[in-house]
Each structure stands twice: as C-alpha cells, then as structure tokens.
C-alpha cells in the first residue's frame, strides 16, 4: 500500500489502516525523539504526541511533502517544543554545561573522550544538536532534515557544519586521541 | 588531525549518543489509542454553552406558542398563527426566546468564521447548526418575526444556518468562501450584533421595570 493509499484510508476512518502508517513510521520517531532526550519516558511521550497530533490533522496533509518527511516535521515540532517546556531538562542541560566548563579547565576528572564527546554534544544549541543528531547519527539527508525542520537543505549543511566545528572546539584537548 | 579522522570519529563516537533502546511500539500504541478515545469522548461530552441555550430558548418557545394557544388577551383561546394577536405574556416570553437566540446565532457565527479562518475541521458546526435552524424557523413561524426588519433578519440567518448545517469534515474551500459571502453581502454579523444590542437593553429595562 502506497502513502497516498494509506492516507485516504486513514482519512476514511480505517483502524487498520492508523495502526499501519504507525507501524512504518513509529521507529523513526521514536528514536529521533530519544536521541534529543536521551530519556525513555520523553520519547515515548514525544512520539504519543506526534502520532495523536498526526492523526488529528491527517486532513492537512496535502502530499507536497513524503508522509514520513510530514510525520518527521511534527516530530522535530513536539521534539523542540516539548524540551523548551521541560524544566527539569533545562536544568539538566545547566547541570551539564556546567559539568564540561570545569571539564575545560583541566583533566583532573580525567573525563572519557566518549563522555566529553557526550558533553559537548548535549551542549549544543538544540537547533544545532537535532541537525548534527539527524545526519551524523540517524543517517537522514540534508534534503530530509530541511522539508522536516521548514528550512532549505544549504541551511541545514550550514548549521551541521557549526555543529561539527563546536563539537571539534569541545574536543580540541582530545585532539591525539580520536586523531591516533 | 584531519577534518576526515575527526569526522569518522564523530560519526562512530556519536552512535552511542543516546543509544535508543527497542521501540516500544505495542505500549505506545495502546497509550494512543487511550489518548484517542478520551479526546473524541470528551469532544462529545463537551459542547458549547449556546447548543444548551438554544435548546432552552426553543423550549421557552414552545411553552411561549403553548400559553398562547391556551390564553388569549380575553381570556379565549387565541389562534398560533403569524396573524393571531399576541398576549402579554406570550409577547415577553417571545421576546426573551428572540434575544437569546440572536444571541446565540452571533456567538455561533463569529465562532464558525473563526474556525473556518484557521482552517480548523468543520465536523463539530452541522449538529449545533441544525439546532439553531430550527429555532429560527420556530421564530419565523411565531407572532412576533413580524414583517420588519427582524423577519428579515431571520430569513437572512435561516439561509446561513442551512449552508452551514450542510457542511462537515473537510468542506471545500468554495463552500465555506459561499458561506463567508452570504455572511459578509447581508451584514448578518453585524446587524445581529446591533440586534443583539437593542434587544438587550429594552429586555433589560422590561426587567428593572
């Protein structure tokens, strides 16, 4: 069954058909939203939300866009929006940012280079981390990560490029390691 | 070090970033559906305050009709016709039910428009449509839509009512633009609001009298 096959027959009301378009496109979603998070329980929220919001507008959807670049762009918006709201993830990024500054200034916690690399990619402004998150890691191109996020793909290489250049920053001290 | 080790570093690195576990799909699926359902049962158990109003007003209209029929200005039964004199009470009673009702049908229009301008789904209008339809008839059939401007007025929002009871779901664009004219060529929005107003005040000053 095509996307557009699919789409109308969730239009139609078709139970069989919600479970579906769920199916193909829920382990995206999912892992998406627990590569942002990094928490069991946000994912599985974020991507509830995803799906109930999808469902709730499948009307909107036009097929200008693939259904899986559509479902993603609700994704990215519950993603970004829903960690905005989190308090305890605010201060959890505070908690961590502080954590790599004193990092910095020496190697007495003689940190792993993977837990730094972690840090610095925690630190990362979320509009950076999502687009360094989506390419680097979930494999997504720029063309993919630019129609899901709103913005055109150069913008997308753009912001991967300032993400790898702080990441880099961020590392600058392991510079031997990852280069042996 | 070379852009390309960093890279390949990051890219191998990066993969234990947050690693996801296995998706749970059945324990999500189950928790949307739950979501689901509630939200169409609250839908359903939610309706706004003016369906209940004009389920009274057409209510106290029938009671309205219902007490004309037995009482009439001297004590016989008078005729419910559009001609047939009107008593005291009846007419209060018509009155009320008729400002309520306009009251209502503003309420109703403005929110209708509002839905339609952010595009919002039109499966919720039919139903409260169809209520304040038939009230509006009620209306018009009653000793008090007159001749004037306000059968005018009536006739004008029966024709928008019925557009309106018409549409569901996703209404094409073209027939909520055909609604929208209607609404915007007769000035109901406003002549309802400046009828709304009038009526208010002379409701008023009846009770503080």
Do not use: C
Request: glycine letters at 8%; proline letters at 3%.
């Amino acid at each position: 069954m095509d996307d557009r096959e699919l789409i109308e027959r969730v239009r139609a009301g078709e139970a069989t058909a919600e479970r579906a378009l769920y199916d193909r496109h829920v382990d995206r979603v999912y892992r998406l939203a627990y590569r942002m998070t990094g928490e069991d329980e946000l994912a599985r929220e974020f991507t509830q939300d995803t799906f109930i919001r999808a469902f709730d507008r499948v009307e909107q959807f036009r097929g200008e866009a693939a259904l899986g670049t559509w479902i993603l762009s609700i994704a990215n918006t519950v993603v970004l929006n829903g960690l905005r709201k989190i308090k305890r993830f605010r201060r959890r990024e505070v908690e961590l940012e502080e954590a790599a500054t004193v990092g910095s200034q020496g190697r007495r916690a003689e940190p792993d280079l993977k837990d730094r690399l972690k840090w610095a990619i925690d630190a990362l402004p979320a509009k950076y981390r999502i687009v360094f998150l989506m390419h680097d890691v979930e494999g997504y191109t720029h063309d993919e990560i630019g129609a899901s996020l709103g913005m055109p793909s150069g913008t997308s290489k753009a912001q991967l490029s300032r993400a790898r250049a702080r990441l880099r920053d961020s590392l600058a001290e392991f510079a031997g390691e990852w280069a042996s | 070090m070379t852009d390309e080790k960093f890279e390949r570093f990051v890219h191998d690195a990066a993969r234990e970033y947050h690693r996801p576990p296995e998706v749970p799909r059945e324990e999500m699926w189950h928790a949307i559906r739950g979501a689901r359902t509630k939200t169409r049962a609250d839908r359903r158990a939610f309706r706004p305050a003016w369906i209940y109003w004009a389920a009274g007003v057409a209510a106290a209209l029938v009671l309205g009709i219902g007490i004309g029929r037995v009482t009439g200005s001297d004590g016989e039964p008078a005729v419910a016709s559009g001609a047939a004199p009107v008593s005291e009470g009846t007419g209060v009673a018509f009155e009320l039910a008729t400002t309520q009702h306009l009251g209502q049908v503003e309420l109703f229009l403005a929110d209708f428009r509002s839905s339609t301008q952010a595009g919002r789904s039109m499966d919720e209008v039919s139903e409260p449509a169809h209520g304040l339809l038939a009230t509006t008839r009620i209306l018009l059939d009653s000793p008090i839509a007159g001749d004037g401007q306000r059968r005018t007025l009536l006739e004008d929002i029966e024709l928008v009512l019925m557009q309106i009871a018409q549409v569901s779901g996703a209404a094409p664009k073209e027939e909520l633009d055909l609604i929208d004219q209607s609404l915007e060529q007769r000035s109901v929005l406003f002549r309802l609001h400046s009828a709304t107003a009038v009526e208010s005040a002379g409701t008023d000053l009846q009770g503080a009298l």
